[in-house]
């Protein structure tokens, strides 16, 4: 099972919105709506932010957001923070009934 | 306080066994899917294994498949990863994370298994 593609870095300013995307295919991102995506501090364990596409866990910002077209998943945040500076990975359930996930995006707050 | 806590980790010859286990305090696991992902220092992270509330369910990353065994006892709160066979790029962190059939939504902090002779 190959990884999912993600962009290796991105960045934006304060304030700013900026989109991560998660492609796969239709074995796994475009075939379930099972795509959750986890921020990851340096030296922290990751940190569930979505679950099923769209679902923010409690306690999540509602800042952040998920959404998927076809085999493409992403994960939008808006008014960005300087604590939102962190790697994303996004996971996705398979047709072969495992997980995959991202190879992750640094996100860089400028 | 609330946490999944790892233990076993350790530096193994290539071709040995080791054990890893995860304790939760603090919190309740048996109703819950479990997870064991893992992560290369400086590197992304890679889903291992799962295993259901009841253990009578199972799966696998391919590269690991045949050699690992994810189990757990939810009498003592706990879930243990089975490692055998283990070859340099089974050097990485190991997380355990307790949450659905396809998310993590807890995560202990890691242990760190290190392959070399």
């Known amino acids: 099972q190959s990884a999912l593609a993600q962009p290796a870095s991105v960045s934006g300013s304060p304030g700013q919105s900026i989109t991560i995307s998660c492609t796969g295919t239709?074995?796994?991102?475009?075939?379930?709506?099972?795509v959750s995506w986890y921020q990851q501090h340096p030296g922290k364990a990751p940190k569930l932010m979505i679950s099923?596409?769209?679902k923010r866990p409690s306690g999540v910002s509602n800042r952040f957001s998920g959404s998927k077209s076809g085999n493409t998943a992403s994960l939008t945040i808006s008014g960005l923070q300087a604590e939102d500076e962190a790697d994303y990975y996004c996971t996705s359930y398979t047709n072969n009934n495992t997980l995959v996930f991202g190879g992750g995006t640094k996100l860089t707050v400028l | 306080d609330v946490q999944l806590v790892e233990s076993g980790g350790g530096l193994v010859q290539p071709g040995g066994s080791l054990r890893l286990s995860c304790a939760a305090s603090?919190?309740?696991?048996?109703?819950?899917?479990m997870h064991w992902v893992r992560q290369v220092p400086g590197k992304g992270l890679v889903w291992v294994a799962r295993i259901n509330s009841d253990g009578t369910t199972t799966s696998y990353a391919d590269s690991v498949k045949g050699r690992f065994t994810i189990s757990r006892d939810n009498a003592k709160n706990t879930l243990s990863l089975q490692m055998n066979s283990l070859g340099a790029d089974d050097t990485a962190v190991y997380y355990c994370?307790?949450?659905?059939?396809?998310?993590?939504?807890?995560w202990g902090q890691g242990t760190l298994v290190t392959v070399s002779s």
């Open positions: 994370a307790r949450g659905s059939s396809t998310s993590c939504s807890f």
């Open positions: 099923d596409v769209t």
């Open positions: 603090g919190v309740t696991v048996s109703n819950y899917w």
């Open positions: 239709s074995s796994d991102v475009g075939g379930y709506n099972y």
